[in-house]
């Protein structure tokens, strides 16, 4: 919700909580490494993005960890009956028309709040191939907040958090060691091998971002 705005949790809301801490529980996720202590603002980096279950599992890890994630969402998903289940999820009204696009509108929600964990799905979509868009970085970088990496593990069914990165402004450097740590938890995993050439690339001036 709204900085300023107080009301009641819709009850929309509390049931679908419910439901993904019930299913998260049943399938017997677990968190690996913790969510670091003392972070209040942060732009979450998750990967890999492969099913729509990513959003559960992930939304009940947090939930454990007691931190509210956010997220962005088009700005006409905020209307009508709509807009308070989606402001008691976590959702973050994003207008792209508006001056300075989305990277001001959330350097602005940043500094007015008190806490704010964004979460971005970097790879955009689960056909990605392993590359990340670069906005999550951009983001980061404007609202002077730090980036904590977010893994999950299909296989041993874990979740694991990285202590908080603040972007240097060298992106391809960056990249390089958001890719060493990912490929640290699943090293054989295709699209963290991917993602540690495309840094390489944007190194070695092969790719622009």
């Not at 709509?82 to 989305?102: A, C, E, H, K, W």
């Not at 990249?175 to 963290?192: C, G, H, Q, T, V």
Request: proline fraction near 4%; charged fraction near 25%.
């Amino acid at each position: 919700m709204k900085h300023n705005e107080t009301r009641n949790v819709t009850l929309l809301s509390r049931i679908v909580n419910r439901i993904i801490l019930f299913f998260y529980s049943w399938m017997g996720w677990r968190i690996e490494e913790r969510f670091p202590e003392g972070v209040k603002k942060c732009v979450i980096a998750g990967a890999p993005h492969t099913s729509n279950w990513d959003f559960v599992f992930f939304a009940g890890a947090t939930k454990e960890e007691k931190v509210q994630p956010n997220f962005m969402g088009k700005h006409t998903l905020f209307k009508g009956m709509m807009r308070n289940f989606m402001l008691d999820m976590g959702g973050i009204s994003v207008d792209r028309r508006q001056p300075g696009g989305t990277i001001q509108q959330m350097k602005d929600e940043f500094a007015r709040r008190v806490e704010l964990n964004l979460v971005i799905a970097t790879e955009g979509t689960r056909s990605s191939d392993g590359k990340w868009k670069s906005g999550f970085y951009n983001i980061a970088k404007t609202a002077g907040v730090p980036i904590v990496l977010a893994y999950a593990d299909n296989d041993k069914r874990t979740i694991g958090f990285s202590q908080p990165i603040m972007p240097s402004g060298n992106y391809g450097e960056d990249l390089l060691k958001i890719a060493e740590w990912f490929r640290s938890k699943i090293p054989d995993l295709d699209r963290y091998k991917v993602l540690e050439q495309q840094a390489k690339d944007i190194i070695a001036g092969k790719n622009e971002f």
